[in-house]
């Protein structure tokens, strides 16, 4: 017999309703949040990596800290050469920016999961 | 003596050093959503939403891409993407981004010719969680 948890919201009978009406069911992935972590690129460079070393390739959201306002990146630039993208590994996430005259700050947001269910 | 509450994968054990094994850890806190809904009617505009969080939270936000038919004019589709693209034609560019501040974000979806040729649809969601 498989175990787990659901939450049903209030109103649902959490042995019959769908997903849409749980507020937590343990066999669906969720978004737990591992770390958030600062990452400053500075002028002249294209690249910066923030170190997990969690053993697999987790989700990651990297937000970019333009000026007051947050970002949420990818960055689609290429038409004013100014895209910012950012990939993940087992033991990083590395955010790469295409117009290097100026320093960036970062939050990378790395949560406890694999994107595999 | 901490406590939580942990749910593991089938066959992982419960004291297991791997994080990915776990479908629940009280340790690491889950995302929660402060409010959703949906926008419309925003082309070359901007649409702010207020969350009076006081800080910036998490945010997720899709919309229709709106894309050039080549020949200066505009193609509205009903693809949704992550709202943060531009696309770029030869005579006019659009692009979509989203700003968090600490008490509402803003939804800019634009063009370099400043035409409104129609409306777009969108959805966000707005997370009680922060971006510390």
């Known amino acids: 017999m498989g175990c787990g948890m659901k939450v049903s919201k209030a109103g649902y009978n959490v042995l019959t309703t769908g997903n849409a009406n749980l507020s937590f069911n343990s066999d669906l992935a969720t978004h737990s949040i591992y770390s958030i972590s600062t990452l400053s690129i500075s002028s002249g460079s294209s690249s910066g990596t923030i170190n997990h070393n969690l053993g697999f390739i987790p989700k990651a959201w990297v937000f970019h800290v333009d000026g007051t306002p947050l970002r949420r990146i990818p960055k689609d630039g290429w038409w004013d050469g100014d895209s910012i993208d950012y990939y993940i590994t087992t033991s990083s996430v590395v955010v790469e920016v295409e117009d290097t005259s100026h320093s960036y700050s970062f939050k990378v947001v790395i949560f406890t999961r694999s994107p595999n269910i | ?132």
């Open chain 2, 1 to 132: 003596m901490a406590q939580g509450m942990k749910i593991t994968k089938a066959g992982k054990a419960i004291d297991s050093a791997v994080l990915d094994d776990f479908y629940l850890h009280t340790s690491y806190p889950l995302l929660k959503v402060h409010s959703s809904g949906t926008f419309s009617t925003l082309i070359d505009g901007t649409r702010t939403i207020s969350h009076n969080l006081g800080y910036k939270p998490f945010v997720l936000v899709f919309s229709e891409y709106v894309n050039d038919d080549g020949s200066g004019g505009v193609v509205l589709t009903s693809d949704y993407y992550q709202h943060d693209w531009y696309q770029g034609g030869a005579t006019i560019t659009f692009f979509g981004y989203t700003k968090i501040f600490t008490d509402r974000i803003e939804i800019t979806i634009g063009n370099t010719n400043s035409v409104t040729p129609g409306a777009v649809d969108g959805i966000y969601y707005i997370f009680k969680d922060e971006v510390v």
